[in-house]
């Protein structure tokens, strides 16, 4: 299953979940090293696309930790609406507690600025952020992320938790658009 068709666009695999994997035990092994010894950190995983990045990474973890959810949402399409919708906020007390975000993707970095300045009024001890994949061409924040799976080129990608108007979330490989009809 090379190809494959959701909607009006045509797909091809372009990442193999085995590469994905491997990038994410060497995210868990940084974050156990970086962590051993500390508080028990909270993570905090973007729904709905680091769904599955946070189930295989949580599996990898050897440190204690706690999980929760925030659901945000800026995508339509393929495109970034620049704006940020919160659709399940943030209802878990931070204060001087170690916080990672689990990100699927950072793209522009607006999802991340906003739940990063929303973290930071709790006045947590520290915030750190761990993101699948990053598209370093069209980042344009300043806030450092910690951990980064994968640099991918500035294409629209769906699979392994991201969708295509909610569509392909399901599939194991991440794949690139071909075309556009
Ligand atoms: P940002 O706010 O522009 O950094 O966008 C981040 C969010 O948009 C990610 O959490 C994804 O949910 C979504 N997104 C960004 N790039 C892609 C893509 O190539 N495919 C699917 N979703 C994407
Ligand atoms: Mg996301």
Same mark, same amino acid.
């Given at each position: 299953m090379n190809k494959i068709r959701?909607?009006?666009k045509e797909f091809q695999v372009s990442?193999?979940? +085995?590469?994905?994997?491997?990038?994410? +035990?060497?995210?868990?092994?940084?974050? %156990?090293? @970086?962590?051993?010894?500390?508080? #028990?950190?909270?993570?905090?995983?973007?729904? %709905?696309?680091?769904?599955?990045? #946070?189930?295989?990474?949580?599996?990898?973890?050897?440190?204690?930790? /706690?999980?929760?959810?925030? +659901?945000?949402?800026?995508?339509?399409?393929?495109?970034?609406?620049?704006?940020?919708?919160? $659709?399940?906020?943030?209802?878990?007390?931070?204060?001087?507690?170690?916080?990672?975000?689990?990100? @699927?993707?950072?793209?522009?970095?607006? #999802?991340?600025?906003? $739940?990063?300045?929303?973290?930071?009024?709790?006045?947590?001890?520290?915030?750190?952020?761990? #993101? $699948?994949?990053?598209?370093?061409?069209? /980042?344009?924040?300043?806030?450092?992320?910690?951990?980064?799976?994968?640099?991918?080129?500035?294409d629209?990608i769906i699979g392994?938790?991201?969708?295509? %108007?909610?569509?392909?979330?399901?599939?194991?490989d991440i794949y690139k658009v071909v075309n556009?009809?």
């Amino acid at each position: 299953m090379n190809k494959i068709r959701l909607e009006d666009k045509e797909f091809q695999v372009s990442i193999h979940y +085995k590469t994905i994997y491997q990038s994410i +035990k060497q995210i868990a092994s940084q974050i %156990n090293h @970086d962590f051993e010894g500390e508080d #028990t950190p909270i993570f905090l995983s973007i729904l %709905n696309g680091a769904f599955m990045f #946070t189930g295989d990474l949580f599996k990898e973890l050897r440190i204690n930790s /706690y999980l929760s959810f925030v +659901k945000m949402a800026s995508y339509q399409g393929m495109n970034s609406s620049g704006e940020i919708r919160e $659709l399940i906020g943030l209802n878990e007390d931070l204060a001087d507690h170690h916080v990672i975000v689990l990100e @699927d993707i950072v793209d522009s970095g607006l #999802t991340i600025r906003r $739940l990063y300045e929303q973290i930071q009024a709790h006045q947590p001890r520290s915030i750190s952020i761990a #993101t $699948l994949l990053l598209k370093p061409d069209v /980042y344009g924040e300043s806030i450092a992320l910690d951990y980064v799976g994968m640099e991918i080129p500035n294409d629209f990608i769906i699979g392994y938790g991201l969708d295509y %108007n909610g569509l392909g979330r399901n599939l194991r490989d991440i794949y690139k658009v071909v075309n556009n009809g």
